[in-house]
Every structure is written in C-alpha cells, then in structure tokens.
C-alpha cells in the first residue's frame, strides 16, 4: 500500500512557475514508476508526465512539452512536477500516481492516486 500527498499548487498568473511535489509513505518508492495527470471540472483526468523508477526515463503529454519537468528523489520518497510557462488551459487538479507495473498514459495503469493539488493559472 502507498499513500500518496501532494502539494505546491495555488494562484498564478499566466507566464508564471509551480513547483508541485508529491511525497509517499512507505520504504518502496524506488519500486513504483510515477505519474501526473490533471482534470479540470467537468473533463476526464487526462495525463501530464511519467517518471520512471530511478528517474532517467520520462514521458510528457504533447501539451506540456518543454514547460513541464518531473523528477524525483528517491531518497525523500517525493516526485517533483516543475510547470514554467503556465497558460491558463493549465487550470486544474493536479493528481500524482503510482504504479507497480509498466509506464502508463492511462489513469488504469496506476494503482494509488493522491488527493489532488489545484492550480489555477489566470490571463
């Protein structure tokens, strides 16, 4: 079992920086590929970016491409989500994943999933 707690999220103005983090309980964080995904009220949870287990391998959603950075630090049992460049489209809950099993896109790949951080970005 892991449980999953982000934070960093809140008011920013477009052009502006998030820095969103999501630390896990448990002494296995090495062991779990993590994801991003977003939802916006009234829209299906859509992906953002992936990381894997040491934090080489990483997959972005065409959308946030070369504005978003996720990393991780194993060693503090947290996933890091940098967003530079936000635009107002970037308005949403911003939920952090983790998976057992291979790199996904789908919210069905994931097994534990936070609570969610809202980041609300105006023009």
């Known amino acids: 079992q892991v449980q999953l707690v982000e934070s960093g999220g809140g008011l920013v103005q477009a052009g502006g920086s998030l820095r969103l983090s999501c630390v896990a309980s448990?002494?296995?964080?090495?062991?779990?590929?993590m994801g991003w995904f977003r939802q916006a009220p009234g829209k299906e949870r859509d992906f953002v970016a992936a990381?894997?287990?040491?934090?080489?391998?990483?997959y972005y959603a065409d959308s946030v491409e070369g504005r978003f950075t996720v990393s991780r630090d194993n060693a503090k049992n947290t996933v890091y989500l940098q967003m530079n460049s936000l635009k107002p489209e970037d308005t949403a809950g911003y939920y952090c994943?983790?998976?057992?099993?291979?790199?996904?896109?789908?919210?069905?790949?994931?097994?534990?999933w936070g609570q969610g951080t809202q980041v609300t970005v105006s023009s």
């Open positions: 994943a983790a998976t057992s099993r291979t790199m996904s896109t789908m919210t069905g790949g994931y097994d534990y």
């Open positions: 448990g002494r296995t964080f090495s062991s779990y590929i």
């Open positions: 990381i894997g287990r040491i934090g080489i391998n990483t």
